[in-house]
């Protein structure tokens, strides 16, 4: 049983540029969730998916939008890149429509913006 | 809104040791309380949740975790610390009004040295 996987698994842009990242959620589950990590601090949330939509939202730019697909895979798209954009970006999954949340994470994206 | 508080921003223990690690939430009502694991550059491991029920939880690498309203905390322990649980403990609680669902907002970390 494949856990939560991510791509790429490291990614260097320059200030301007946009970006995308991919993920695959734990068979099974319905819900996708991206956190940004910054080096030495704790994850920050920036928006789940669920039923393709997009249900809630952290306090995040727009320059920060997603994507869940019918198979329940995600995109994180971030346009315009600042060099404070740099950070590992993790992914979960988890299986809301079953009633509880236990979010597990993806091995992450490390995003380096120059 | 619920929070969680790690106090302790970095524990160092003998391997062999016990160890207990601190955290703190700020809820009303009975919250959902989690434990991750995170070594460096890699993702986050569950170790443990807290939905309802036994306070006293049992979780993955011989670790446990007791909730105690009384004290607003569920505390992380392990009998015996092996060199290799050295990494970054985090515990985080959903912040969707007392569901379990929605955003997971984090502790500020704890880092867990283990000496030989």
């Known amino acids: 049983d494949a856990g939560v996987t991510q791509s790429p698994t490291h990614l260097i842009k320059t200030r301007g540029q946009q970006v995308t990242l991919r993920c695959s959620p734990k068979s099974g589950h319905d819900t996708v969730s991206w956190y940004q990590q910054a080096l030495g601090q704790e994850p920050q949330f920036i928006f789940q998916y669920y039923e393709e939509e997009e249900r809630q939202r952290g306090n995040f730019p727009d320059r920060f939008s997603g994507h869940q697909f019918p198979n329940y895979s995600s995109e994180l798209n971030v346009n315009a890149l600042l060099l404070g954009d740099s950070a590992l970006y993790l992914c979960?999954?988890?299986?809301?429509?079953?009633?509880?949340?236990?979010?597990?994470f993806g091995p992450g994206t490390r995003l380096t913006v120059l | 809104a619920q929070s969680v508080t790690q106090p302790d921003i970095h524990i160092t223990v003998s391997e062999g040791a016990s160890l207990e690690l601190r955290c703190n939430y700020s809820?009303?009502?009975?919250?959902?309380l989690f434990w991750y694991v995170q070594s460096p550059g890699q993702g986050l491991q569950l170790l443990l949740k807290?939905?309802?029920?036994?306070?006293l939880v049992q979780g993955i690498k011989g670790f446990e975790a007791e909730f105690k309203r009384s004290q607003s905390s569920f505390n992380l322990r392990k009998p015996s610390v092996h060199w290799s649980d050295a990494a970054e403990y985090f515990c985080a609680v959903p912040n969707a009004g007392g569901t379990s669902y929605g955003k997971l907002t984090f502790g500020q970390g704890t880092i867990l040295t283990v000496h030989p």
């Open positions: 809820y009303g009502a009975t919250p959902y």
């Open positions: 979960a999954s988890s299986f809301r429509t079953g009633g509880t949340d236990t979010q597990y």
């Open positions: 807290y939905f309802s029920g036994d306070t």
